[in-house]
T-cell receptor
Framework: EAGVTQFPSHSVIEKGQTVTLRCDPISGHDNLYWYRRVMGKEIKFLLHFVKESKQDESGMPNNRFLAERTGGTYSTLKVQPAELEDSGVYFC??????????????FGAGSRLTVL | RKEVEQDPGPFNVPEGATVAFNCTYSNSASQSFFWYRQDCRKEPKLLMSVYSSGNEDGRFTAQLNRASQYISLLIRDSKLSDSATYLCVVNIPPGGSQGNLIFGKGTKLSVKP
């Protein structure tokens, strides 16, 4: 099966600009997650979709971040306006709906964001 | 105190060596435990889940001690291809979603010829 794909792989923007990251989960995976790793820190959870609904968005840092998953397929994560501290690698992951596979996440290769 | 703590390393070992990684977690409500592997500039990949009874997968053995809130990973007969960062990960579903994984910062392993 095709893996989790993310676009772009790397984005360089200036402070104050807007960036939209996209994630295509594995087909049939209802659960979609966003994580990020800022330099020198551990990977941290941002939010979790079940289909098109936000199940848990406790990790979203502030209201400059907006995640959507219209139609329950791909997801976008928009940062507007971007700040320097938003630089890092944004990972998307997906998993099956329920059962033993629900917390076995498959990660995408990540989108590296550099804010200048 | 960090939720998941690991020795950052790096661990530099020769091929064939046995290497052990340790991890502690702070939340006693943690229910699921994993080791992930991350190669440089790549995504984390699940190496193995960790069960209370301990589990083995080839050269890899994982142990969990719930009383001490301690997780370990043992790699025997290390190969050059084992060089990577090993991430200790826990999951605390109650109050958080099932995929809300808590990551350690990782321990870097470098296996030398």
């Amino acid at each position: 099966e095709a893996g989790v794909t993310q676009f772009p792989s790397h984005s360089v923007i200036e402070k104050g600009q807007t960036v939209t990251l996209r994630c295509d989960p594995i087909s049939g995976h209802d659960n979609l997650y966003w994580y990020r790793r800022v330099m020198g820190k551990e990977i941290k959870f941002l939010l979790h979709f079940v289909k098109e609904s936000k199940q848990d968005e406790s990790g979203m840092p502030n209201n400059r971040f907006l995640a959507e998953r219209t139609g329950g397929t791909y997801s976008t994560l928009k940062v507007q306006p971007a700040e320097l501290e938003d630089s890092g690698v944004y990972f998307c992951a997906s998993s099956r709906k329920q059962g033993s596979g629900a917390n076995v996440l498959t990660f995408g290769a990540g989108s590296r964001l550099t804010v200048l | 105190r960090k939720e998941v703590e690991q020795d950052p390393g790096p661990f530099n070992v020769p091929e064939g060596a046995t290497v052990a990684f340790n991890c502690t977690y702070s939340n006693s409500a943690s229910q699921s435990f994993f080791w992930y592997r991350q190669d440089c500039r790549k995504e984390p990949k699940l190496l193995m889940s960790v069960y209370s009874s301990g589990n083995e997968d080839g050269r890899f053995t994982a142990q969990l001690n719930r009383a001490s809130q301690y997780i370990s990973l043992l790699i025997r007969d290390s190969k050059l291809s084992d060089s990577a960062t090993y991430l200790c990960v826990v999951n605390i579903p109650p109050g958080g979603s099932q995929g809300n994984l808590i990551f350690g910062k990782g321990t870097k392993l470098s296996v030398k010829p």
